[in-house]
Structure formats: C-alpha cells, structure tokens
C-alpha cells in the first residue's frame, strides 16, 4: 500500500506497518504481563515485549483507558506506537503484530541459530542483551553488546553511532520498535548484514525493504495457551503454544 502524508513529510516504519494491518479488525483481549504483552484480533495473537516502567510509583496511569480496549478497533491500539509510556508503546507492537498477516510458509527456525551462522569469526554487535550472548561470543571474531540498562560487560546504547560502523553483522531486538530507537538503529546499521529479533519483531516485508536481513519473530499457534501463559507472568521461553519462524530477504 502506498502511504501520502500531506505536506509531504517522511513516513515512518510504523505507518508503513500501520497500512498493512488487516483492515476491520476489533481487539478481542488485551494482556499485559510482567514480561510479555499480548492482543488477541482475527483470530490472531500479536505479543511485545513488555516494556519497563521506570519511576512512575502508583501515581500516574500507566494505560489509558484500562479495561475498556476489548472491542476498540485494533487500529486504535496500534496508533498508540506514539506514546511516551512504555505499556502503551508494548500494548501498540503488540497490536500491530496481531493485524499483520505474517508471509506464508516461514521456515521455522531459532534466530539465534542463524545469528549464530552469519556471525562466526566476524565482528558482530548486539542492540539488547540476549540470553544465547555468552554461547555465541567464542564463535566470533568480537562480540560488543549495546543495552540501554547495561549490564557487567555491556556498552551503553548511546554508544551506537561510534560502534556500530565497526561491525559485520548488527543484531537488533525487537524491543527497539516498542522504545521508538529502531530507525536511527536502522540508519546508522545500513549496509550490515542486519537481524531483527525477539517476540516484538514485525513479520512483514516492509522490515526487509527497510534493510533487515533476516527477522525472526513468533507465529502464536494456540491463543488460549498463549494468553493464559502470559497472565500468569510466563517469560518467552516458557511459551509452549508458539513457534519461532525467520522472514529473510
């Protein structure tokens, strides 16, 4: 779909995400857990990763309109990408994800086994600390890991723009749509062999157009589980009703 914003102006990633939703829909649940947020639409489930909530007590509203987004149009959450709060920003991914109908036929594979591939003996850079860092790290030639809540051993995200030119091979988590840093990511990784991956990683050809290589995100197989799951402050990895699929251009 071709996107003409009036004035002329730059269309974002999010728009272009925005105008491949499947049209209609209206939001049938929405569950924010502790670790992974999750809107059910058309008979999909779309999940993010639950952003941190930083310094905000129990004062001021973290999402708007709680326990009043079932049966708003799907489109609605999604335009909440905008948001300065992190639950809603997740709460967007996580709708966006669930109105995208993901290319047929994806290879189900672990992103990590292909990261694993395309990095051996070369310099490689990971945007968001992984678990399946320390495994990787004896394989390639230098491993630098950016966060922008380091830990022992990590480069804070800031340094992105001085780093990121060295490497190879650019790993960017999916989080970085739900904190609004993905295009200068995007922008100072081009011309890498870039992944995108995590729960929160759009499966749609517009990544690919946008200079991914590779995105590997999660195709929910059973709503119910996956809901249930969530609610009672599952992590990732212990989903049991998803699959892991790579989108690659």
Do not use: C
Not at 38 to 53: E, F, H, I, K, Q
Not at 114 to 125: C, F, G, H, Q
Not at 188 to 193: E, F, L, S, T
């Amino acid at each position: 779909m071709n996107i003409v914003r009036e004035g002329g102006g730059k269309v974002t990633i999010y728009e272009k995400l925005m105008a491949e939703m499947e049209p209609g829909l209206v939001t049938e649940a929405v569950v924010i857990g502790p670790f992974l947020t999750a809107v059910r639409a058309g008979g999909r489930v779309g999940l993010a990763t639950t952003m941190p909530v930083k310094g905000a007590g129990h004062v001021a509203p973290q999402v708007r309109d709680a326990g009043s987004l079932a049966g708003r149009p799907l489109a609605e959450l999604a335009r909440m990408i905008d948001s300065k709060l992190p639950l809603e920003a997740s709460l967007a991914m996580a709708a966006i994800n669930a109105g995208i109908v993901a290319p047929p036929g994806l290879p189900e594979k672990n992103g990590a086994a292909l990261l694993r591939d395309k990095a051996s003996e070369l310099n490689l850079v990971v945007v968001g600390h992984f678990n399946f860092i320390h495994d990787l790290t004896p394989l390639t030639h230098s491993t630098v890991v950016l966060e922008l809540d380091p830990r022992e051993g990590d480069l804070p995200a800031s340094a992105a723009e001085r780093i990121i030119p060295e490497a190879d091979v650019v790993a960017i988590t999916g989080s970085a749509f739900a904190n609004h840093t993905i295009e200068p990511l995007l922008k100072i990784a081009r011309g890498k062999w870039i992944m995108v991956l995590g729960p929160t990683t759009p499966l749609s050809p517009i990544l690919l157009a946008s200079g991914v290589s590779a995105a590997a995100g999660t195709i929910v197989t059973n709503a119910e589980t996956t809901l249930k799951q969530i609610m009672e402050g599952a992590m990732f990895r212990q989903l049991t009703a998803v699959k892991r699929v790579v989108m690659q251009a």
